[in-house]
């Protein structure tokens, strides 16, 4: 695969040190290449990368993930897929733990809510093996329909509000967690409260989250810009897309002073804490 062109392509006002809190990577020949390529072209130190239920085939799931983050310990973490409600859920958690992983990626949409009493062993077993919960909110894209189609199981967005997690973040305070998307556009408000209202509460702004992110700078809404990280979320081609769609969202809001923040700054203060 010739990566030169990502070498050719500049980014303006690009901090120097990125580190990317929500990536994927697609199930297609060369990506690890492609992604290795782009975070030496961008400057991005270390991603965290999300792995996918079973059934999503077009992405990287949790043994491979597992594997590349031991190879690459100094490039990656690896978050792990669980369904809170399958009956070997905490039993997975468990597996994670002694594998290493430190941070379980979680799907609501799947049909679930998260402040459910029934899953209060699964947020108890969390808090005590001290892994991150790492959840997706924000309506669901038109991108995941052909994926739905293809495995034959559907999404709900109603299950993505972010106020799912509130009681369950007082229930739990030692559990983090991190709302994928920052609410998008639909629970951006939402999704900012709990952020600044909870200790344990983190977001990123990956994906639909520059939505999130513009209407809360426009809006100059109260949000704690001190626990929102940035991501890519894409094929690692987008990488200098993706970092120009949200720069450019930042200084249209005369917001540049977050920039060091979002893209390096709350990610290496939360892995110092939370990922070893």
Request: glycine residues 6%; aromatic residues 10%; hydrophobic residues 50%.
């Amino acid at each position: 695969m010739d990566l030169r062109f990502l070498a050719s392509i500049t980014v303006d006002d690009k901090p120097e040190r990125i580190i990317d809190m929500h990536q994927i990577l697609p199930a297609i020949d060369g990506v690890l290449e492609m992604q290795l390529a782009a975070m030496q072209g961008f400057g991005v130190e270390r991603v965290l990368l999300q792995s996918a239920p079973p059934q999503a085939t077009s992405l990287w799931g949790n043994e491979k993930l597992l594997a590349l983050a031991e190879q690459h310990g100094d490039r990656f973490w690896a978050s792990q897929f669980v369904d809170p409600r399958m009956p070997q859920a905490v039993a997975a958690l468990e597996s994670f733990a002694a594998n290493g992983a430190r941070v379980v990626k979680l799907l609501p949409v799947a049909g679930y809510e998260g402040d459910d009493p029934a899953l209060d062993e699964f947020w108890g077993t969390m808090e005590r093996l001290q892994l991150v919960a790492m959840i997706h909110t924000g309506f669901i894209t038109a991108r995941h329909k052909a994926e739905e189609a293809k495995a034959g199981l559907f999404m709900s967005s109603r299950y993505a509000n972010p106020l799912f997690y509130d009681l369950t973040a007082r229930k739990f305070p030692q559990l983090q967690f991190i709302l994928c998307h920052l609410g998008g556009a639909v629970w951006h408000e939402e999704a900012a409260q709990m952020v600044t209202q909870h200790d344990n509460v983190w977001a990123d702004i990956s994906g639909f989250g520059l939505f999130a992110l513009r209407r809360l700078l426009g809006a100059e809404a109260t949000v704690d810009w001190t626990k929102v990280f940035w991501g890519n979320d894409s094929a690692p081609f987008a990488y200098p897309f993706n970092l120009r769609l949200h720069l450019a969202t930042l200084r249209q809001a005369g917001a540049m002073d977050l920039a060091p923040l979002l893209f390096h700054d709350n990610a290496q203060r939360f892995s110092e804490r939370f990922l070893g």
